[in-house]
């Protein structure tokens, strides 16, 4: 099976800190699209940043940034200048090029603290 | 409109109820998908529809039926179910296969 996985269930961080989630995948493709996905508290699923995998430039989202590793399939997530707003679930995921089923991670729980 | 609605927000169900589900967007968005979420765990996919034709089943119970009456609207109808199947529904949309955007979900209890 073609996994993703996030080996940090829960992280913390001080507001205007930075912080690092991380996520590897497993896959035999060569095209795919890698997501990452904050879940408040209100549950709606909120796309923070995407990443073809095409493309060696890392993908930037204002205070968010990845660090995509293809060679290492590894594609992290970083946080700037944390705020009590980015208190979520992150989950990583993985998409085919031409497929329609998105692999999620199991998530990691982030709290931002005061 | 950049958003994908659902209602209800909440439902709670006997285990002899019939209910529905809804979703709408309005993004001109051809594929459709509803998701089953667990506490604390990722989304599972249920069901996708392309161009309002079912185009993935992951095997889900016939308790579960889903309907695109049209390429707004995507419905779950719930017939029969079972306390295990109390989660949160969420509803997606996407154009082409490479973004989703997902609706705030519906909370499900079933007694």
């Known amino acids: 099976a073609q996994t993703v996985t996030q080996s940090q269930p829960e992280m913390s961080v001080q507001e205007a800190e930075t912080v690092t989630l991380s996520c590897t995948y497993d896959t035999s493709e060569n095209n795919y699209y890698l997501f990452w996905y904050k879940q408040p508290p209100s549950r709606q699923m909120i796309l923070v940043i995407r990443?073809?995998?095409?493309?060696?430039q890392n993908a930037t989202e204002n205070r968010f940034s990845v660090n995509f590793q293809k060679a290492a399939k590894s594609f992290s997530l970083k946080i700037s200048d944390s705020q009590l707003g980015d208190t979520a679930m992150y989950f990583c995921?993985?998409?085919?090029?031409?497929?329609?089923?998105?692999?999620f991670g199991e998530g990691t729980q982030l709290t931002v603290n005061p | 409109d950049t958003e994908v609605t659902q209602t209800p927000k909440h439902l709670v169900m006997g285990m002899t109820n019939k209910k529905s589900l809804k979703c709408e967007q309005h993004?001109?968005?051809?594929?459709m998908y509803w998701y089953k979420q667990k506490a604390k765990k990722p989304p599972e996919l249920m069901f996708v529809?392309?161009?309002?034709?079912?185009?993935i089943n992951e095997s889900v119970p016939s308790r579960f039926s889903p309907e695109c009456p049209n390429s707004s609207l995507l419905n779950l109808h719930l017939h029969a179910l079972q306390p295990e199947d109390s989660a949160l529904y969420l509803c997606?949309?996407?154009?082409?296969?490479?973004?989703?955007?997902f609706g705030a979900g519906s909370r499900l209890t079933v007694l």
């Open positions: 529809y392309s161009y309002e034709k079912l185009s």
């Open positions: 990443q073809e995998a095409y493309k060696q």
């Open positions: 997606a949309s996407g154009k082409g296969a490479n973004v989703l955007t």
């Open positions: 993004m001109g968005h051809r594929a």
């Open positions: 995921a993985r998409l085919r090029y031409s497929g329609s089923r998105l692999t």
